[in-house]
């Protein structure tokens, strides 16, 4: 069975930090991509950031600020989050599936999906 956990979402202030975890089991973390996507009230899902192999993804509105990365050993991503702000208010989701690197943003592309950690920035 394939599990999906994300952690670390909490309310910050603007310009504070904070570090997603992701603990993956029940499948070879090496072999997927891997993203994470966020979902704000009334908006649509938007990709974040996403790692397959040597090929990174980012979203236009956290490069410079997200960085992802994942510890094989620990079958474990992370999202570390710097000088947030409030649009970045939304709860984050990570996925696991198999996109070619050209479309690690296109999350119809990622077959497993965790319960969401909800990270809130406050003005």
């Known amino acids: 069975q394939v599990q999906l956990v994300e952690s670390g979402g909490e309310l910050v202030q603007s310009g504070g930090s904070l570090r997603l975890s992701c603990a993956v089991s029940?499948?070879?973390?090496?072999?997927?991509?891997m993203g994470w996507f966020r979902q704000a009230p009334g908006k649509e899902r938007e990709a974040v950031a996403a790692n397959r192999m040597s090929s990174t993804y980012y979203g236009d509105s956290v490069k410079g600020r997200f960085t992802i990365s994942r510890d094989n050993a620990r079958n474990t991503l992370y999202l570390q989050m710097n000088n947030l702000k409030p649009e970045d208010t939304a709860v984050y989701y990570c996925?696991?599936?198999?996109?070619?690197?050209?479309?690690?943003?296109?999350?119809?592309?990622?077959?497993?999906w965790g319960q969401g950690t909800q990270v809130t920035v406050s003005s």
């Open positions: 996925a696991a599936g198999s996109p070619p690197t050209s479309l690690l943003r296109r999350g119809d592309l990622y077959n497993y």
């Open positions: 029940g499948l070879t973390f090496r072999n997927y991509a």
